[in-house]
């Protein structure tokens, strides 16, 4: 069975604030997927990025990072000096085969990031 | 449009009655996701389309519910005699190939609410 875990349902923040956002995953599989998604107000979710199990590789983009550590199961999302725009739901999400690769999402984080 | 196109965005139904929810994938996609996003939870899953492969069935909550794909393309999720329960926000996502190195794109979803 695969598993996704975000621990704080909502985090609010004041503009310019640094956030981070946790992800902690469980599968048996040695070869899966991890990736986030923003979901806006609008309700769409919007990927945000895909690492796979062997690329253990910090990535940053722009104002965002990402710090994958499989000692620790974990796929933490950081914003560096949020924005107004940043506010949304994001989630977390895992394919493995052990699922049929068919993604398991985590419950989503709320952010608010306040002027 | 390019993206994934969810009908209708809004359904108010009466309990007991029928409900059709309508998924255009994006074209050449094989894969195509139907998942429920309750208030508070996260998304969770009830079919997946591969291409012409069985669908995986083992997400849906009950037999009342079904979802259909025709022509490897449009997809639609009936829910009969409806209940209070099903409240919540449908999503379709599709991905191309198989689906599980690549991202999936999500429709803005059809709000149901039973009443």
């Known amino acids: 069975a695969q598993k996704v875990t975000q621990a704080q349902t909502e985090i609010s923040v004041v503009e310019k604030e640094d956030v981070t956002l946790d992800c902690v995953y469980e599968?048996?599989?040695?070869?899966?997927?991890l990736f986030w998604y923003k979901q806006p107000p609008s309700g769409e979710l919007v990927f945000l990025i895909r690492?796979?199990?062997?690329?253990?590789q910090n990535e940053i983009s722009g104002r965002y990072s990402w710090n994958f550590q499989k000692s620790t199961s974990s796929f933490n999302f950081t914003i560096t000096a949020s924005q107004v725009v940043d506010s949304a739901v994001y989630f977390c999400?895992?394919?493995?085969?052990?699922?049929?690769?068919?993604?398991?999402f985590g419950r989503g984080t709320s952010l608010i990031v306040h002027p | 449009g390019a993206g994934v196109s969810q009908s209708p965005s809004n359904k108010v139904t009466e309990k007991g009655k029928d409900v059709e929810l309508r998924c255009d994938p994006i074209?050449?996609?094989?894969?195509l996701y139907w998942y429920r996003q309750s208030l508070g939870q996260g998304l969770e899953f009830l079919i997946y389309?591969?291409?012409?492969?069985?669908?995986?069935k083992s997400g849906l909550p009950s037999d009342r519910f079904s979802a259909e794909r025709t022509g490897g393309s449009v997809s639609t999720l009936t829910i009969q005699r409806t209940q209070q329960e099903d409240s919540a926000v449908y999503l379709c996502?599709?991905?191309?190939?198989?689906?599980?190195?690549?991202?999936?794109?999500f429709g803005q979803g059809t709000r149901l609410t039973v009443v």
């Open positions: 996502a599709s991905s191309p190939l198989s689906g599980r190195a690549t991202e999936a794109f």
């Open positions: 599968t048996r599989d040695t070869t899966y997927y």
């Open positions: 690492r796979n199990s062997f690329d253990e």
């Open positions: 999400a895992l394919s493995a085969s052990g699922g049929s690769y068919i993604p398991t």
């Open positions: 074209s050449g996609h094989t894969a």
């Open positions: 389309f591969q291409g012409n492969s069985a669908p995986d």
